[in-house]
């Protein structure tokens, strides 16, 4: 049956077919574009949106969402910041705390998810209005400044050319695929966002990995609030606002099914890459941010209706 | 009312193909009026592709429909319930927080002529009149979600004679239903022969078929193998017309086994489920579970499973008491389910068939820190497929396009990677043609002779009557009686599952 063997090359190749083109188009309409200093600044752009992608894809494979990144990302920054002034604690300990607070968010996603049986959707939204707020609270509503330059250099510092966020990006690209395609845990994860009840009564601790993915999403947000608070050198409780939805965006258009158990993050890096592109190139070439906006909507919805064509397709060749 | 006998519904020459592959070629069928057209065949013969098209949700590539002689042009779900033919599905799926009446009418409410709104007064009045009609008492206000799945049924039925059906397909109707509803279904069955619906019934239950069809035909590879009389028809016979071969009967012949005790309960109880209930299996033993439907026997088997957790009693597997939290220390304790609704419990279908059929057992392949051994974990998935003969057409095939038998199979054989001690079966031949039934039955008894220990509960008494060494019956959520199956009959078997008192 050729339609089987083409079906999926075509999904494959779709999306960075999509992004060539779009690269093309835009280097021949704006010289710069094409420029090395450009192509860094654009992965330089997604790299906060990408390591939130990256987190969310977790959650949404194993069935979840997470509504509460942005405001994960804010209050990560502003603990973060809080140990980050010059001289007062070394440069690792505001990193690792910030990633702990994303991280017990997270946790706590879960465990409200699965102990008390709360949808996802109604708890993280709880949760994005109460980490904002633990958010003011602990910064009192301003920002955190005055931070040791060995911390934001977390943020704006580069290795051999390439900027620190890009490489934080790509790292934990890399760790979460790895982890995903080949190691148990991520077959558990695939299982239980592809069917709960038979992963359950396939002896997998359906709970156990619903907290832990979103224990690792709430780590990812709180690292991508980290090198936020790094770039921006403050923290920002106001920071990271409607992040999550950019955040699940990609991963969708990279098609990672909303429903659970089908996608990846090579798929998420390539929907980030996606829309940082249609955002550096489309600022280039002077168009507003409020088209930006209604370009940005309409691709969202046309990855998902062709995914969604694809299914169907496949399951009609049976 | 139209006249008996006369032909309401021609399917002509119809074909359909998906990407390539056949599923209808060159399909008759007629539908007289006030007659039961069983439609049988194994699953993928085209049942289901032809009963789609027929209530318009698939088009036909070749091939035409007509309804009393007039070409149904432009066939869409809604224009096919217009045309007066509706489905009564396998699983069916009310609107739960609405009423009876308001599932009756849907599409078609009484409005009032000045304000627009639904008339409920009306509505309900011609929702009781109907459900009066076929001689049931439900009162039209009822929430859906307060019934049981036959008063479901009943209700579809209701809203496909509002719909003024010529036409009733019935999907595998009694699937979901005890004895006594099924009696009653017959019943209603019949006042639609008389109002002069045709009804096209589709099931795996022979039996059935042959108590109500009038015709039967009969499918396979897409194809109409013949249309016939019911009566000049057997058992044996459409048998063979379906699978195209003979089916030879398998019976577990001799005593029960007597070999060591495997898994043992006594007193066990789950409130408002199951109580007090004792029992022992031996290595080797095939012991059946019948009752009715809301018996307590999925409940007692998700027990066993440590799917939930019981209220009192105790389970001992060799003797030794275990109390599993969950299902994963019942897995690694020796026992394994094959679950009741293969498509809601069975199997995850995006994975791949080999992802699906180590799941049980994945730690087996993992090194260092949970890093799958891709090597080893095919091999392992290879051989299952081999040892099962799983037709998958490839591992790395998604378990969501393979047919219902195979998918069964990978849900055995997934359970059995574990090399459990007690296998249990809930309903393990449900909704498979026979043809994998046959396969389903070669192989619990392989397991048995290897000396597994198998629980089995069904609802189909030849199954467990050809199958079993011993027969538990439950009845309302207590152990009705124990026995050899050897000295018992499906009679004596349905006395002590019907409820007392009823």
């Known amino acids: 049956m050729p339609p089987l063997h083409r079906l999926p090359w075509i999904s494959r190749m779709g999306l960075p077919a999509a992004i060539a083109a779009i690269a093309l188009a835009l280097s021949i309409a704006s010289p710069n574009f094409a420029s090395w200093g450009n192509l860094i600044n654009v992965f330089r752009q997604i790299s906060i949106n990408g390591i939130l992608a990256v987190g969310v894809t977790w959650v949404l494979l194993c069935g979840g969402v997470d509504l509460s990144l942005g405001s994960q990302v804010a209050l990560a920054g502003v603990v973060a910041a809080h140990f980050a002034h010059p001289g007062a604690f070394p440069t690792s300990l505001p990193f690792l705390l910030g990633i702990a607070a994303g991280a017990a968010c997270g946790l706590a996603n879960g465990l409200v998810i699965t102990r008390w049986r709360v949808a996802p959707f109604v708890a993280t939204l709880g949760m994005m209005t109460a980490a904002r707020g633990l958010a003011l609270v602990l910064s009192d509503g301003k920002p955190v400044s005055n931070l040791s330059r060995g911390f934001t250099r977390l943020g704006t510092g580069d290795w051999l050319g390439i900027p620190l966020p890009v490489l934080v990006f790509l790292g934990l690209s890399f760790f979460s695929a790895m982890i995903l395609k080949y190691f148990r845990l991520g077959r558990y994860v695939y299982a239980v966002g592809g069917n709960e009840q038979a992963a359950l009564v396939s002896g997998i601790r359906v709970d156990r990995i619903k907290r832990l993915s979103y224990a690792i999403c709430g780590a990812s ?21 409607g992040y999550e939805l950019d955040a699940i965006a990609a991963a969708v258009i990279g098609g990672t099914s909303l429903s659970g158990g089908a996608g990846g993050i090579g798929g998420t890096l390539l929907g980030a890459l996606l829309l940082g592109i249609l955002n ?5 070439l002077n168009v507003s941010s409020y088209y930006q906006a209604i370009i940005k909507g309409g691709i969202i919805v046309g990855a998902v209706v062709l995914d969604q064509r694809r299914i169907r397709e496949e399951s009609e060749s049976r | 009312m139209p006249e008996s006998g006369e032909t309401i519904l021609e399917v002509r020459a119809v074909s359909k193909a998906f990407a390539g592959t056949r599923a209808l070629e060159c399909v008759d069928l007629d539908l007289r009026s006030g007659e039961v057209h069983a439609l049988v065949g194994e699953n993928g013969a085209g049942k289901s592709t032809l009963m789609n098209i027929l209530v318009g949700l698939v088009p036909p590539d070749q091939g035409e429909i007509l309804l009393r002689g007039r070409r149904l042009p432009r066939h869409t779900p809604q224009g096919a319930l217009r045309a007066g033919i509706s489905m009564i599905h396998q699983e069916l799926l009310p609107f739960r ?12 409410e009484p409005i009032c002529r000045f304000p627009g709104w639904v008339d409920r007064s009306v509505m309900n009045r011609q929702s009781a009149e109907l459900l009066q009609r076929l001689g049931l008492d439900l009162p039209p206000g009822r929430k859906m979600k307060e019934l049981r799945v036959a008063e479901w049924q009943v209700v579809e039925i209701a809203k496909a004679i509002a719909w003024e059906a010529r036409v009733i397909i019935m999907d595998e109707p009694t699937s979901a239903l005890s004895e006594r509803e099924t009696e009653r279904l017959i019943e ?11 009804i096209i019934y589709i099931s795996h239950k022979l039996e059935e078929v042959f108590q109500l ?13 013949l249309t016939e009389e019911a009566r000049s028809l057997d058992e044996k016979s459409l048998i063979r017309l379906m699978v195209g071969r003979d089916v030879p009967p398998r019976i577990r012949k001799g005593s029960p086994p007597k070999g060591q005790e495997i898994l ?25 579970i019948a009752g009715l439907m809301g018996a307590g026997r999925t409940e007692l088997v998700r027990v066993l499973f440590g799917l939930e957790t019981p209220s009192a009693g105790e389970i001992r597997v060799q003797g030794r008491k275990v109390a599993f939290r969950h299902p994963g220390e019942a897995l690694a304790g020796g026992i394994a389910l094959v679950p009741e609704d293969r498509k809601s419990s069975g199997f995850i279908p995006a994975l791949s068939v080999q992802h699906n059929l180590t799941l049980t057992n994945l730690q087996r392949f993992c090194r260092f820190g949970g890093w799958i051994d891709r090597t080893r974990e095919e091999q392992a998935a290879a051989g299952q497929c081999r040892t099962f003969s799983i037709g998958c057409g ?11 038998g195979n998918q069964q199979k990978v849900v055995v054989a997934k359970a059995m990677l574990k090399e459990p001690l007690v296998l249990l079966l809930d309903e393990p031949t449900r909704g498979i043609d026979i043809g994998a039934r046959q396969d389903m039955y070669e192989t619990i008894l392989r397991f048995a002779s290897q000396g597994m220990a198998i629980l089995m509960v069904s609802s189909d008494l030849p199954e467990i009557l050809s199958l079993s ?8 959520g207590t152990l009705a009686a124990e026995m050899e199956t050897a000295n018992t009959t499906a009679e004596e078997i349905l006395h002590y599952a019907m409820p007392v008192g009823a």
Not at chain 1, 221 to 241: S, Y
Not at chain 1, 280 to 284: A, M, P, S, T, V
Not at chain 2, 188 to 198: E, H, M, N, P, T
Not at chain 2, 213 to 225: E, K, M, S, Y
Request: no cysteine; aromatic share 2%.
């Open chain 1, 221 to 241: 947000a709180g690292l991508a609030g980290t090198v936020l608070a790094a770039r921006i050198t403050t923290g920002q409780p106001n920071a990271g606002l």
């Open chain 1, 280 to 284: 550096n190139g489309l600022d280039l």
């Open chain 2, 97 to 108: 927080e609405m009423t009876v009446a308001e599932n009756i009418a849907m599409g078609r």
């Open chain 2, 188 to 198: 209603v069955i019949g006042d639609l022969k008389r109002l002069g619906v045709a």
């Open chain 2, 213 to 225: 069809a009038d015709r039967i035909t009969v499918l396979r590879d897409g194809r109409r193998i």
């Open chain 2, 264 to 288: 043992r309960t006594e007193g066990l109880s789950r409130k408002g489920a199951f109580r007090n209930i004792s029992f022992r299996l031996r290595e080797g033993e095939i012991l059946g």
């Open chain 2, 394 to 404: 490839g591992l790395g095939r998604p378990v969501r396009l393979l047919s219902g």
């Open chain 2, 469 to 476: 060494d011993r027969v538990l019956v439950m009845r309302q």
